[in-house]
């Protein structure tokens, strides 16, 4: 962290913050819980959910984005309950943030362990948890700036797979890769085939909180207003594309999957990514998908750092 004058420098870039905004929302969310939605809200229902909270995200963000151009500090939406509410109310905000990601940093740096232990099967969990921890940790310790490029490039590999994901999906539906279980073709007869609804439109409600959660990230953008170039052009840049990126990663990847894998396969066993590679085919499915899971992984530990740390630097500079 870098201090100057009792403030922290400026020094990320649009491209940086446009990378952390996506890699802070796409997660494990996507390629793990992604298949249990779908099992428990169906095709329609899954879209439908994920493009309501998708909508509810970009108003939010909008809201956000208005402060932050406003009163571009780290603290972000720390430092406007505070201001705007009442000391109690910011300081309990920022605790509780820093608190959920200080929790969540454990269990992802335990995840990394045991997916490592898939080609290493001999070596402790442990052993990689802590070589995980040191990476993560020296990402941060050095700079912003070298924190931003490290996260640019885990957010551009977990970009890059689910373009990959959507591209290949999309072929596989068309009938341009042979798909087990359908000939010629899927097409998107897997979408309506036991009604739009199989479990209920009640299913689209229960789902909320899972997609709610898959959405979570979002709020980097605030957080990272104290130390980006040029606030007050970047941030709403990066915000008005929230909406769009949320739709095209997220909506599309879940069209994909409900279109080739029927709502009824799809669940918390297997990712359904796997299972879409698998089902064309497509060799070291498990082994592709777990490097990126890595990544995503990796990238949230990333980003979950530099949040807490950040938060508790605005308490300290709040007093």
Request: hydrophobic share 50%; charged share 10%.
């Amino acid at each position: 962290m870098e201090i100057k004058q009792g403030t922290l420098q400026r020094k990320m870039e649009a491209r940086h913050l446009l990378m952390i905004s996506l890699g802070g929302v796409i997660g494990t969310g996507l390629f793990l819980s992604s298949g249990y939605t779908i099992h428990q809200a169906g095709p329609v229902g899954t879209i439908l959910a994920y493009a309501i909270e998708a909508v509810i995200v970009y108003a939010v963000m909008l809201c956000l984005g208005e402060l932050s151009v406003a009163v571009p500090q780290t603290g972000s939406f720390h430092v406007y309950a505070n201001r705007f509410i009442g000391p109690g109310t910011g300081f309990t905000v920022a605790i509780l943030y820093w608190l959920t990601w200080t929790v969540a940093l454990g269990s992802e740096f335990t995840a990394a362990g045991l997916i490592m232990r898939n080609w290493f099967p001999h070596s402790p969990t442990w052993m990689w948890s802590l070589i995980f921890m040191i990476v993560i940790f020296l990402s941060n310790a050095f700079s912003v700036r070298f924190f931003a490029e490290t996260e640019f490039w885990f957010a551009s590999i977990k970009v890059l797979a689910i373009v990959l994901f959507i591209g290949i999906g999309l072929l596989a539906i068309f009938g341009a890769f042979h798909v087990q279980g359908y000939n010629p073709q899927p097409l998107f007869h897997n979408l309506y085939a036991d009604g739009l609804f199989p479990t209920g439109f009640k299913g689209v409600f229960t789902t909320m909180l899972t997609v709610n959660f898959a959405f979570s990230g979002t709020e980097l953008i605030g957080v990272t207003a104290g130390e980006v170039k040029d606030p007050a052009r970047t941030i709403p840049k990066t915000i008005h594309t929230t909406l769009w990126r949320l739709i095209i990663f997220f909506i599309g990847s879940i069209t994909v999957m409900a279109t080739l894998i029927p709502w009824k396969q799809a669940g918390v066993d297997q990712s359904p990514f796997v299972l879409v590679f698998k089902s064309i085919g497509l060799p070291f499915a498990g082994d592709i998908l777990n490097f990126v899971i890595l990544t995503a992984i990796l990238s949230a530990a990333n980003s979950g750092l530099y949040a807490s740390t950040r938060m508790l630097w605005s308490l300290a500079h709040e007093n």
